[in-house]
């Protein structure tokens, strides 16, 4: 009796059958781009805005007014390419017209009720 060595050959990881086409890919890759420092600045401003528009309107309505030029300048700064955060610009931009209005009204309304 003599031990014959085995034929077969186990298949590479590239060859091996998977049960899906999704199955096969590649592994994830680091976004390389840079976050702009102002989109997130705005984003960031507009939320503290929104709520600082409710419980006290003055600063709302100053964080509401830094958010819209922050934001402002980061979809600028974006247009180039060399930077990303294109969705944090445009949230801090409408998040700092939101807590403008906000502030607004919730100044009008409380004049209103002192007045009255």
Do not use: C, W, Y
Request: aromatic share 2%; charged share 10%.
């Amino acid at each position: 009796m003599s031990a014959q060595p085995s034929t077969t050959t186990e298949p590479s990881s590239d060859q091996r059958s998977s049960a899906s086409p999704l199955d096969v890919h590649s592994s994830p890759v680091a976004d390389t781009k840079q976050r702009s420092g102002k989109a997130t600045a705005a984003m960031v401003l507009g939320i503290i805005g929104v709520l600082g528009a409710f419980l006290l309107p003055l600063l709302g309505l100053i964080l509401g007014i830094i958010a819209i030029v922050f934001g402002q300048q980061a979809r600028k700064e974006l247009v180039s390419g060399h930077k990303s955060g294109r969705g944090q610009a445009q949230a801090g931009f409408v998040l700092g017209i939101v807590a403008v209005i906000g502030s607004i009204i919730n100044m009008i309304v409380t004049a209103a009720i002192i007045a009255s």
